[in-house]
């Protein structure tokens, strides 16, 4: 058995879905996209800065030769499903569920690398799960993991795109594995499902639209992204949930993905006060752990204020006197989406204590909008 067999056996032994081989080649095409898309202020601002590093593998290491490309499914089936208006509670993206992503395919990616080690003990190596200097869905799609979905998602044939993307750069002469016909067809499902047009055309996302970039985003929201938020606390799956190859697609029923701290629907009044142990209990132990509380809290208040339930006045009144000037903001704003006007008192109360700006002007607006 040659070695290239034995790695694929071998990373189906240790948990992982797919295993494919390609060529450490750059992606001059990739790179010269990339830097139009952030000419064009399109491109996420979570893509490292330097394009030339992540479009070539062999900057990241010399002697690179070979990528092993690895796969895992992260779809898990669920029962719960909530009426979210009348319970108050908001929609995780299919990612946040269960463990950190990062640390699970990481983990198993460690674990192949102990591997290639005992095959080859001088091997070089360099691994890489999303955070990682390289361009992760390019690779993919080199290696035959999938084909590229419209909405920029790699699409596995069995898996769909519910999966998450690592490997390792090696100095090994491997055998490489070619690339997939891509079946979107003439489909266009995504582009029209995407809440924001952010889907411009077949496979150009312009990511400072895009709600997934937007849940996740620090700061004060525009007055349209909280509107078209509608319940996404973090993510969004969207253009993912239409995709017909998504609709029967295997699950890896790997446990670690199920959801284990956080609910999948989460109550919002109870984000709205999260106290930074409850964080850490509740969002540390997944991929939702890096943001901190700030953006979870105020995506909650602008959740009610878009469900619309005065159930959750009690909660944003509260929200006024939080030490936050963010969710302060963000809670006068959903009182005045919520629209009953027994709730200006209130408004002018805060008012009166406010001395942060662009509180002091939510404030005044939602209280002009309620007394019209």
């Known amino acids: ?4 067999t034995k790695i694929k056996e071998q990373g189906k032994k240790i948990g ?17 996209f990339l830097f139009k898309m952030k000419e064009e202020d399109k491109l996420s601002k979570f ?7 992540i479009t070539d593998p062999k900057q990241v290491l ?8 690895t796969a895992i499914s992260y779809q898990v089936d669920i029962n719960q499903k909530p009426n979210l208006k009348e319970e108050l509670r908001g929609k995780l993206s299919r990612f946040t569920w269960g463990e950190d992503y990062h640390n699970v395919l990481g983990k198993k990616l460690d674990q192949l690398i102990d591997f290639l080690n005992q095959q080859v003990p001088a091997v070089k190596t360099k691994k890489f799960v999303d955070t990682g200097p390289t361009v992760d869905r390019a690779l993919a799609r080199r290696a035959g993991i999938g084909w590229q979905g419209k909405n920029c998602s790699i699409i ?16 090994l002469e491997l055998k490489l594995d070619l690339p997939l016909e891509n079946k979107c ?9 995407c809440p924001t047009g952010a889907l411009e055309e077949p496979y150009l996302l312009n990511s400072s639209k895009c709600l997934g970039y937007v849940t996740l985003s620090r700061g004060y929201l525009k007055e349209e ?30 446990s670690e993905f199920q959801p284990q701290t956080i609910e999948v629907y989460p109550q919002l009044p109870d984000l ?24 979870i809290q105020r995506n909650a208040a602008v959740i009610m204020g878009n469900l619309k339930n005065p159930k959750a006045i009690p909660y944003l009144i509260e929200g006024l006197k939080d030490s936050k000037p963010i969710v302060r903001a963000h809670s006068a704003w959903a009182l005045g989406e919520i629209g009953v006007a027994n709730v200006v008192a209130d408004l002018e109360q805060a008012l009166q204590i406010e001395q942060t700006k662009q509180v002091t002007e939510e404030l005044r607006s939602a209280i002009q909008k309620l007394s019209s």
């Open 185 to 193: 067809g003439d489909c266009q499902k995504c582009i029209e499902a």
């Open 62 to 69: 010399s002697t690179a030769r070979s990528i092993i490309v």
């Open 16 to 32: 992982l879905d797919e295993v494919k081989i390609t060529a450490a080649e750059p992606f001059p095409a990739v790179k010269d």
């Open 156 to 171: 596995h044939p069995e898996y769909g795109s519910w999966i998450f993307i690592g490997g390792i750069i090696t100095d």
């Open 225 to 254: 992204e909280r509107q078209t938020m509608g319940t996404r606390l973090w993510g969004c799956d969207t253009c993912q949930e239409v995709c017909p190859y998504n609709q029967e697609a295997e699950s890896g029923n790997h």
């Open 272 to 295: 709205l006060t999260l106290t930074d142990r409850e964080y850490q209990e509740k969002f540390g132990p997944t991929a939702m752990n890096w943001r901190g509380k700030r953006p």
């Open 47 to 53: 893509v490292k800065g330097d394009l030339d590093l």
């Open 1 to 4: 058995m040659n070695l290239t």
